[in-house]
């Protein structure tokens, strides 16, 4: 497989997966965009042995050790991935550490399905989403890493933070409950209530407590957006304010998070998108 076929295979993960990164992100030059389709096909890769394989807790291992081969330089010269991935590499001054944070971090959902606090949770969100924004400021920012990794790490406790309050209802399905048992104690929120679909004023304090946090997390990632290069800087920020958005939508139908899952409509992100230029 060549370097055009596995991008290319690549771009489809992400635009099968994600279609707001993929609106976003395309808006970067060529060689950086096709590194975080990279990037983005080795999280969902990941995220995909936990959430959909049959053996997750013997498929994560064997993937993390796939994963140190290739960094010594062995890896499946057939697998679009690891064959975008070594191209990413070699162009781009890329740090293995957050890759392999973001394995811990799946590897919390095979293991941890409550989190007591508030703190807890955004352990497992630093894991699972701010990595992300580490693996991919090499990409984004040569050589800015020490003034834009506060802002990355919000970034992704934001975006992880709207996943879960969008998810609500899917992850109860799968036997995860991500808002920490001391905000629901707080509002009144029980598991049974969770289960039984009950948005009432107490599940909208909880909702509306962590979509709060969430939002400062996005205003706080912001702060330090006019480091990025200016060729990354309105994809970055235009993720941020798309997912951002999400939040809205969710307002808007109600709260609804046990029924249905909430996307930005694509008209709304051309908008936020357009506000930009």
Not at 121 to 140: E, Q, R
Not at 174 to 198: F, N, Q, W
Request: aromatic share 10%; with cysteine.
């Amino acid at each position: 497989m060549n370097v055009k076929q596995a991008y290319d295979a690549c771009e489809r993960v992400i635009a099968k997966n994600s279609r707001s990164f993929h609106k976003t992100f395309a808006l970067l030059p060529s060689d950086k965009r096709k590194a975080v389709w990279a990037v983005y096909t080795f999280c969902r890769t990941a995220d995909d042995i936990v959430d959909e394989g049959h053996a997750p807790h013997e498929e994560l291992p064997r993937f993390r050790q796939e994963f140190r081969a290739f960094l010594a330089g062995d890896f499946d010269r057939t697998n679009a991935m690891w064959v975008a991935l070594d191209d990413a590499f070699q162009r781009y001054d890329m740090d293995e550490e957050p890759f392999l944070l973001q394995l811990e971090g799946q590897e919390m959902d095979l293991v941890k399905h409550r989190y007591e606090t508030m703190d807890d949770l955004l352990g497992y969100c630093f894991h699972v989403a701010s990595t992300v924004g580490l693996m991919l400021l090499p990409i984004l920012a040569p050589g800015k890493k020490e003034v834009l990794v506060d802002g990355a790490v919000a970034l992704g406790y934001g975006m992880q933070l709207t996943n879960i309050l969008r998810d609500i209802g899917h992850d109860l399905s799968i036997g995860r409950i991500y808002l920490p048992a001391d905000l629901m104690a707080k509002h009144g929120v029980t598991e049974a209530s969770l289960r039984c679909r009950v948005v009432d004023d107490s599940f909208i304090a909880l909702w509306e407590e962590l979509a709060g946090m969430a939002e400062s997390y996005y205003k706080e990632s912001f702060k330090t957006i006019n480091q990025y290069p200016l060729s990354s800087r309105m994809p970055v920020e235009g993720s941020g304010l798309v997912y951002r958005e999400i939040l809205s939508a969710i307002r808007k139908k109600h709260y609804d998070v046990f029924e249905r899952k909430h996307f930005v409509p694509d008209a709304s992100k051309q908008a936020i998108l357009s506000a930009l230029i």
